[in-house]
């Protein structure tokens, strides 16, 4: 396998967008990331693209929709879906492409236009459960999750504060980034205070619904080296599919994620991650997922995840800084985009390049993580120089 590395990427503002369609999202991320390395789309071999089900943009086949707004037009192209782990595993799949010797580049390119759901996403949910066993309780996202919540809340002893202290720290660190839909600062109060979705969850636990589009560029080594003296190399890759079962699994713990990321650090020959690791990128639709998401990383040891919080160890300027890019709970959340977002995160932090919301210490290695589906697919990627 060639070692392949990200060489740049692209990101739109993550706001809720009346005028942009998809397409013209996905060519905005599309031309940033290939102006910021220097390349043209005919420099490209092909194109990997994600995007949730159809159902987040209301448009049929949407992989075809998008092909020719993200580069794909008259190209090798494919497009990933699963649902919120989109976002890195279309990565994956772009670095199978170029690692594989069959393409020396690949742009992959995640979009979502949330605000274009009709009726609202939540909406779709309620049709995708084993209509015997679970559709008659009428579920959604949010009071599946809330069970979750409360699971790993009651498990460790953690209380409604402590989950909230996970939204001030992103949504603090989303300040500083220009994709940002949130400039005003945010306090546990805030979020306690926030109306109640489906108990324990409230309003402000929960990232926003978004618009946006992210875009990288990947390049086998050869390439690479000649395009930047910076390149980012994709170190370990990971995935895994758990039971859709929400039920019959013990929701304290993201088994899905462990071993997905145990499968992304044995390649990148990570043995002591918590120690290794310089910055993480856990996938942080709610507040408890960041700190649920850690655990799984590995990168804190369970049940003490908020302690470690507390104590400054996840703060930006702190040992193993916790989503810099302020994540979904502070830039904003259009699903598959992201966790594309997640990754060019780690390219602009260990490239140095990240302006204001810089990590200090020159970091090397970091980790990017998104999920997706029912509580049970995640994609893992670990990033170093």
Partial sequence: MRKVAIVGAGLTKFVRRALETPKELSFEATSTALDSCGLKLEDIDCVAHGSAPDAFDGIHQKGEYLA?????WNKPTMRVFV???????????GWHHVAS?????????????????????????????????????????????????????????????????????????????????????????????????????????????????AAVVLAAE??????????VWIEGVGWTLDTAYWGTRDLYYPRYL???????????????????????EPYDPF????????????????????????????????NLPMCPSGGLLGVGNPIAAAGTMKVAELFWQLRGEAGERQVPGNPRLGVAQAWG?????????????
């Fill in 68 to 72: 020719d707004g993200c580069g794909g």
């Fill in 83 to 93: 649902g919120g782990a989109t976002g890195v595993h279309a990565i994956i799949h």
């Fill in 101 to 213: 010797g069959m393409f020396d580049t690949c742009l992959v390119v995640c979009e979502e236009k949330m605000s274009s759901a009709m009726p609202h996403a939540q909406g779709f949910f309620l049709t995708i459960f084993d209509a015997i066993t679970e559709r008659a309780l009428h579920p959604n996202l949010l009071w599946i999750f809330a069970l979750e919540m409360n699971r790993y809340m009651s498990r460790y002893g953690y209380t409604k504060e402590d989950m909230a202290l996970a939204a001030v720290n992103n949504k603090r660190n989303g300040q500083l980034h220009p994709s940002s839909q949130f400039k005003d600062e945010v306090t546990v109060e805030d979020v306690l205070n926030s109306e109640i979705m489906a108990y324990p969850v409230s309003r402000l636990d929960v990232s926003p619904v978004s618009d946006g589009a």
């Fill in 222 to 231: 050869p390439v690479a080296r000649r395009l930047t003296d910076k390149p």
């Fill in 258 to 280: 462990d071993k997905a990321a145990r499968m992304a650090y044995e390649m990148a020959g990570i043995r002591e991650p918590a120690k290794q690791i310089n910055i993480a």
């Fill in 287 to 318: 507040d408890y997922k960041a700190l649920h998401h850690m655990e799984g990383l590995q990168l804190s040891p369970r049940g003490k995840t908020v302690e470690l919080l507390r104590d400054g160890h996840f703060a930006r300027d702190g």
């Fill in 373 to 385: 589906d029912l509580m049970q697919v995640s994609s893992v990627v670990v990033a170093g120089i």
